[in-house]
């Protein structure tokens, strides 16, 4: 289950309601509390690692189910890491994205009035900052593949279907 994303989705199409296929899940993950928590909302499942079991970097598989128009139920998953990983990790990009964008307009100001672009370097280490940013995250997503895994496994075997991440 490797994944050059950053958090790995699917969609897919099961038959029946949402609130059929949400019972099916819940009927099969609920035997395997000592592995799994579950949270429940109407049209909405969050798996995730048990307490005891979960790390830093262990994933979570957010579901959304909606009704179709053929009476079918479209499941859209995304799995990811907690929330407070996630949250850092996305105000970082956006704090280096900013913090890249300003060194880009100063340097290219100093280009227009004729003295050196000495801020283009800041501008390389955002993007450096950047990059090792998601060299992490893939580090992290290697962490948390076993974990991944038996999530993907679990929610195949409830719906009976396998899915493909992408």
């Known amino acids: 289950m490797s994944s050059f994303h950053i958090r790995p989705r699917f969609d897919q ?3 029946g309601t949402p609130e059929d296929v949400q019972d099916r899940i819940i009927t099969f993950i609920e035997p395997n509390q000592e592995q799994f928590e ?3 909302f109407p049209d909405f499942l969050c798996i995730r690692i048990a307490e005891q079991d979960r790390h830093f970097w262990s994933p979570r598989l957010n ?8 009476g079918k139920t479209h499941i859209h998953g995304i799995y990811g890491p907690n929330a407070n990983a996630w949250s850092l990790f996305l105000f970082s990009y956006i704090i280096l994205g900013f913090l890249g964008l300003i060194a880009a307009m100063v340097a290219v100001a100093q280009c227009i009035i004729g003295q050196p672009a000495t801020w283009f370097w800041a501008v390389g280490a955002a993007v450096g900052g950047i990059v090792i940013l998601y060299v992490v995250a893939q580090f992290g997503q290697k962490l948390a593949a076993q974990q991944t895994f038996l999530i993907h496994q679990t929610y195949e075997s409830a719906i009976g ?3 493909v991440l992408h």
């Open 161 to 163: 279907n396998s899915v």
């Open 13 to 15: 199409e099961v038959s």
């Open 38 to 40: 579950l949270k429940r």
């Open 63 to 70: 579901l959304s189910l909606e009704s179709t128009e053929d």
